[in-house]
């Protein structure tokens, strides 16, 4: 299995100029980008996140957790995980419904699998644990603020509506926790 040495001997780099391409934190010219990235093809690199996560502190994943049933989940979540994707971030998805109980069991899921912070729509008010707050950065939909549209019309003649907003919702959702999570990530021990 290659490593991070192997490719910075191939580029001609150090293994720290590696390791800022692959985590995308600049200060790296486009030349010396595109020669590390040929080198991570020819040697066959394949970065290990977790690892990353280990010595960074992020593990650079978000837990997105949605109501699924009368909820435009896919809608909201085909957003988020686009733009998480485009910050290098992965989505680890969950549902929340009716139950505080089960709710707090899936933000806590979250927090046990190192989270950088979390997108939740809860159908009931849930008020987490002081220490769950002070751990990531949480951002809370309200699912009724999308499905109270269809009250007001026929769902298939207001379908349109419905996804434009939902999408608006899961890219303000999005941008809003990544830019949490920059300006102050919260590491979880």
Known sequence: MAT???VAAVAGVSGAT???VLNG???VSV???HRVEAALTSVGYHHNRVAGSLAGGRTMMIGVALPFQG???STV???VVRIAANHNYAVLVGESG???SSNLRTLNSFIERRVDGIIFAAEEVLVPPEPLVEKVPLIFLDPRRITGYLAQSNPTENRGTLSLHAARMGRQSAERLLQAIQRDPKPVL
């Open 4 to 6: 991070m040495d192997d």
């Open 18 to 20: 590696v390791s800022r």
């Open 25 to 27: 934190t600049g200060g």
């Open 31 to 33: 030349s010396t980008k």
């Open 71 to 73: 909820f435009p989940a």
């Open 77 to 79: 979540l085909g957003v």
């Open 98 to 100: 009716n139950d505080p």
